[in-house]
């Protein structure tokens, strides 16, 4: 059978546009597929779902605990790697010599591109350790260990985006500046930072989506008990988890109502991080079209 | 005494000193205090990762030593500059240094945090390490004020110090992780470790089929997410025009780019696992998943750098849109399709969470004969040892898994860096 060229041209357009429209299904499907496997847990728990009681024995499955532990960690990684992660970034873009950031930006990326399950290695092997005599700490497995890591983790993702968003700021900004006697450093403070700010919010942004889903390597180095430390703030104590963590270490035995619950805790990660990685992108584009006339 | 004589005296004095190569002198006093502050900073820094102490003595000789020497810039500089303001930072940091270097010797060997409920004894080394580390860095970015004569081009140099110092803070881990992966790993590196099957819980034998389970899922990953990632791409690109659809396209692949790894491992579980079974087939599939937003990306952007023009010169000989994206805008757009496909075909090889509860076992699989088996890889095998360590003697052959996973992830980032740069088209 031929087909009219015109013919052809329309099948082949739909055939894309229904491969294209596969990300909208797999975004449903995850959804769909979290969502009705949390449900039994909802229904048998409810509100007690966020307490902070956790005891398969008694049936008491509260997710606080583990909430907490991912904001405390993600907190505290996000407090060492946002100012190191920005500094390095004007490094890279403004100061940097042509070949030194030839060798950097590559480095950077080695980085982001080593897995987490090595992460979690070295943590378990090589800062564990370290932490535990030095701290007087119980074991070394603690919210410190898992924050230093994510730190670590998250600071690739922070540098590089940091790094583009500094880099689109338009020449004729600076050039300007430059022309009127300020010094390079004066610029930079002046002129190319508040001018890229939201770009760089876009990689803080994406830096913590990235450190709250983040799995295996802080599943390593925490104490994974279901536990809130007392005082809560006590990065150093045996205790402690993130929802991730929890999941990863609990799936494997977990039965029906519980399973159901870790799927509750794979359900909020879902959405929040979602919840972050779309205002991420709002914010870089909002950037782009700030520039698109300059 | 009024003022005026005081400085005549001083100057005087100062002219006894040195005389006129008073210029030439400061420099001098300048550089070898920023030298020997960032020397402190460094020992500070090493003694923090290696645990060790420089003792009392000569960490309150260091101190002392530095603390002179800035009371030299500051002495020098006193008549140069009109606006006493800018020296007031080194005036504050010296009265520090003096005052440290009386009171840290002094500080209890240990000081238990557990007094007041937390869990941790700080050990004077730390304190002490930390300080120079941060006195060191301070004292060095401002010893470049004088040396610049405080100009604007001084609080340039100062800022810049801690610039090339927070890069350096960044590059460490990179350095200590690879460095210690290849040297305790190359030893477990063995004929015996490559083609064994995995025996006695990973304390003997080798990798072999996790070796062969990671390259399968690595092809696999690839059959699945690049013809989906690419269509995308070219609908996205060359096909839509920009609407509703378009955009919630676009903010699913963002979401999807974001997602956790370990929601993708939960979902292939809910909805894979009771079809296929923990099984190839759910962890390819699950793993193509997680490397289609990347592809889908790099793509566009590869298909996006392709000039128009190029397409309506194939317009023009009457070609229709797919004849002209088949001929004309695919082949100069491949090496940067390739860049990002094994870019994400890499990472998806290091990732654990996804398959560990949809494809992989950590010893008995073996190599899978139909894609409804499940299989072994690397990465979760690093996994299980990583956890055995301790109890079991797993150290020599997790590190060196950790070193084959590496170079297997890194090898694919070098690839992929490689033909960018090999194959770059200008238009």
């Known amino acids: ?294 | 005494m009024n003022l005026e004589k005081i400085k005549d005296s001083l100057k005087k004095y100062s002219s006894l000193i040195f005389d006129k190569e008073n210029l030439e002198i400061k420099k001098i006093i300048c550089i070898f205090t920023f030298i020997f502050s960032s020397i402190i900073a460094i020992i500070g820094f090493f003694s923090l990762t290696n645990s060790f102490y420089i003792g009392d003595t000569s960490l309150r000789v260091i101190l002392i030593l530095l603390a002179i020497s800035y009371i030299v810039i500051i002495y020098i500089s006193i008549f140069e500059i009109k606006k006493r303001k800018k020296i007031y930072g080194i005036l504050i940091l010296t009265i520090i240094i003096f005052v440290a270097a009386y009171l840290l010797p002094l500080l209890p060997p240990n000081y238990e945090l557990r007094d007041y409920e937390i869990d941790a004894t700080i050990m004077k080394f730390i304190i002490n390490s930390v300080f120079m580390v941060i006195i060191g860095v301070v004292g060095a970015s401002l010893a470049m004020k004088p040396l610049y004569n405080y100009t604007s081009k001084s609080d340039e140099m100062s800022a810049y110090y801690v610039l090339v110092v927070s890069i350096l803070l960044v590059i460490y881990p990179l350095i200590v992780i690879v460095s210690n992966i290849i040297s305790n790993g190359i030893g477990g590196f063995s004929w015996e470790f490559l083609t064994q099957d995995v025996r006695k819980l990973g304390t003997q034998g080798g990798i072999f089929p996790a070796l062969v389970g990671t390259l399968l899922l690595m092809i696999g990953t690839a059959l699945v997410a690049l013809p989906l990632g690419l269509g995308c791409a070219i609908y996205l690109q060359e096909y839509a025009k920009k609407g509703i659809l378009t955009r919630i396209i676009s903010i699913c692949v963002d979401i999807l780019q974001g997602t956790p790894s370990i929601v993708h491992g939960l979902f292939g579980f809910a909805f894979f696992v009771p079809i296929f079974g923990i099984s190839v087939l759910s962890g390819i599939l699950i793993l193509g998943f997680l490397t289609l937003p990347i592809i889908i990306r790099s793509s566009e952007e590869a298909l996006r750098s392709i000039p128009q023009n190029i397409r309506e010169g194939a317009y023009a000989v009457g070609a229709t849109k797919w004849q002209a994206i088949k001929t004309v805008v695919l082949p100069p757009a491949i090496p940067g399709i390739i860049t990002g496909s094994v870019l994400g075909i890499g990472r998806a090889a290091g990732e654990t969470a996804p398959i560990m509860f949809t494809a992989v076992y950590f010893f008995g699989a073996g190599i899978p004969e139909s894609p409804f088996d499940p299989i072994q890889a690397l990465p979760y095998h690093l996994l299980e040892l990583t956890k055995l360590i301790g109890y079991k003697s797993v150290e020599q052959n997790a590190w060196a898994t950790a070193l084959l996973l590496l170079s297997i992830v890194l090898g694919m980032n070098a690839i992929a860096i490689i033909i960018r740069e090999k194959f770059r088209v200008e238009f």
Do not use: C, H
């Open chain 1, 1 to 294: 059978m031929l087909l009219s060229r015109n013919t052809k041209e329309i099948i082949i357009k739909n055939i894309f546009l229904v491969i294209a429209a596969t990300s909208i299904f797999i975004i449903l499907f995850i959804f769909y597929f979290l969502f009705s496997q949390g449900i039994p847990a909802f229904e048998t728990l409810g509100g007690k779902l966020f307490s902070n009681e956790w005891s398969v024995a008694k049936g008491e499955f509260g997710l606080g605990a583990a909430i907490f532990g991912t904001l405390i960690v993600t907190g505290v990684a996000m407090l060492i790697a946002v100012p190191l992660g920005i500094l390095s970034a004007i490094f890279l873009a403004e100061l940097a010599p042509r070949k030194l950031r030839l060798i950097l930006k590559p480095i950077i990326e080695l980085l982001a591109g080593i897995p987490s399950i090595v992460y979690g290695f070295i943590g378990a092997v090589l800062l564990v350790p370290y932490l535990q005599p030095n701290f007087g700490m119980l074991s070394g497995y603690s919210y410190l260990a898992g924050s230093l890591i994510l730190a670590i983790m998250a600071l690739p993702i922070i540098i590089s985006m940091s790094d583009d968003a500094i880099k689109a700021v338009p020449r004729n900004f600076k050039e300007a500046s430059l022309a009127v006697g300020a010094t390079k450093w004066q610029t930079i403070k002046k002129i190319t930072l508040p001018s890229a700010i939201s770009g760089i919010s876009a990689a803080v942004v994406m830096g913590i989506g990235r450190a709250i889903g983040e799995t295996m390597a802080v599943s390593l180095v925490l104490g994974n008990m279901m536990e809130i430390p007392a005082p809560p703030f006590d990065l150093f104590e045996t205790t402690g988890t993130t929802l991730t963590a929890l999941i990863v270490n609990q799936m494997g035995e977990a039965t029906d109502i519980q399973t159901s619950v870790l799927f509750v805790a794979a359900v909020i990660l879902f959405i929040v991080v979602a919840i972050l990685s779309i205002s991420s992108n709002i914010l870089r584009e909002r950037i782009e079209k700030k520039f698109k006339g300059a």
